[in-house]
């Protein structure tokens, strides 16, 4: 990786991951009010919540960065989040999952960079929490993947069988979804639901 203005290149991919996140959320949001089995309406809208505190610490890094969010990304994020979350409704169950498998692919390289860039930026105190971010966004993943691998039809989309066999990922083919408790931080942006029971919404 080049270290050309690794600083500038950190600002600006922790600037698109924050308005991704909040895509994402928006987009996750619609996604667990369409599913119609209960538990895994609450694993979505657990990665919902998760999302949400990603953008909560991403946040908290670009400020001490002496940086902010970048307006004209939040304005698309906020676009393609509120058309993503309604479409799953009528898009049917496999759509939405296969898109969210590659999408949280993405995230975890993303997130993965980042903490390169933050090494080489003379910032390492970031690259522990990136980091973890990361491994959300696998557990993420490998619950999308693994859900879609257990799809007669979704078994024969590009990278599926191949990402569902990797370490940790078959363990959502078929096994029953987890308890789940999601984070709380302070200071959160809302416009979602606190703590909503997936089965009385």
């Known amino acids: 990786m080049p270290a050309r203005h690794p600083r500038k290149r950190l600002i600006r991919l922790l600037q698109r991951a924050h308005a991704g996140?909040?895509?994402?959320?928006?987009?996750?949001?619609g996604h667990w009010k369409s599913a119609a089995d209960p538990a895994e309406r609450a694993q979505i809208l657990r990665i919902e919540e998760e999302e949400w505190h990603h953008r909560d610490l991403l946040r908290q890094m670009l400020a001490g960065l002496e940086a902010a969010p970048s307006?004209?990304?939040?304005?698309?994020?906020?676009?393609?989040?509120?058309?993503?979350?309604?479409?799953?409704h009528v898009s049917g169950w496999l759509l939405p999952m296969y898109v969210a498998a590659l999408l949280e692919t993405q995230n975890v390289r993303e997130y993965e960079t980042a903490a390169a860039l933050a090494r080489l930026a003379d910032r390492v105190d970031l690259a522990p929490c990136l980091l973890d971010m990361a491994r959300v966004e696998v557990e993420h993943e490998a619950f999308f993947?693994?859900?879609?691998?257990?799809?007669?039809l979704g078994r024969l989309l590009p990278g599926?069988?191949?990402?569902?066999?990797?370490?940790?990922?078959?363990?959502?083919?078929?096994?029953?979804?987890?308890?789940?408790?999601?984070?709380?931080?302070?200071?959160?942006?809302?416009?979602h639901p606190r703590r909503a029971d997936p089965a009385r919404v």
Do not use: F, I
């Not at 996140?21 to 949001?29: G, P």
């Not at 191949?162 to 416009?191: C, N, Y």
């Open 21 to 29: 996140e909040r895509a994402a959320a928006l987009a996750y949001r």
């Open 145 to 152: 993947h693994g859900r879609v691998a257990g799809h007669r």
């Open 71 to 88: 307006g004209p990304r939040e304005a698309l994020a906020l676009c393609v989040g509120s058309v993503l979350g309604p479409l799953c």
């Open 160 to 191: 599926v069988l191949r990402a569902a066999s990797a370490p940790g990922m078959g363990e959502w083919v078929s096994a029953p979804l987890r308890e789940h408790t999601p984070p709380d931080p302070p200071g959160r942006e809302r416009r």
